[in-house]
């Protein structure tokens, strides 16, 4: 089966996939629909984001690389309705986006515990945030 993915850089060097990050796991989007591809990269693309290819890859290929990176894949199927808040990430993007033109060189200099320390510190002002609602 042919899926959808978001390429950045496609065929270079600096090739990356575009992924989303949800509870504290990195999720790479496959789309069941090309349609449904096209019209996430362009709300990415009018988020001043750089512009991804959508490229077709064979579903096992995509689960494989997902596997051995560590990350989760996850189908978005042809006429998906979102159930949950972290489902509507599958349909548009998050208002804010990271940063990752240099996802390379900053890699390298992260140390574990500031990663943790860090997605400590935003699920807690997540919390507070969702309890003034």
Same mark, same amino acid.
């Given at each position: ?19 989303l ?34 490229e077709?890859?064979e579903?096992?290929?995509?689960e494989?690389?997902?596997?051995e ?26 208002? &804010? ?22 997605? &400590? ?13």
């Amino acid at each position: 089966m042919l899926v959808h993915v978001l390429l950045f850089d496609a065929g270079q060097d600096s090739e990356g996939i575009h992924s989303l990050e949800l509870s504290g796991h990195t999720v790479v989007l496959m789309f069941e629909d090309s349609d449904d591809a096209e019209r996430y990269a362009g709300l990415l693309e009018a988020q001043d984001f750089p512009t991804p290819t959508v490229e077709a890859l064979e579903l096992e290929e995509v689960e494989l690389f997902c596997r051995e990176a560590g990350y989760e894949a996850r189908l978005v199927a042809a006429g998906f309705v979102p159930q949950t808040e972290e489902d509507r990430l599958m349909l548009a993007p998050p208002a &804010a986006n990271q940063d990752v033109s240099n996802w390379q060189e900053s890699e390298l200099e992260s140390s574990p515990d500031s990663v943790n320390g860090d997605s &400590a510190d935003l699920d807690a002002v997540r919390r507070r945030l969702e309890g003034l609602l």
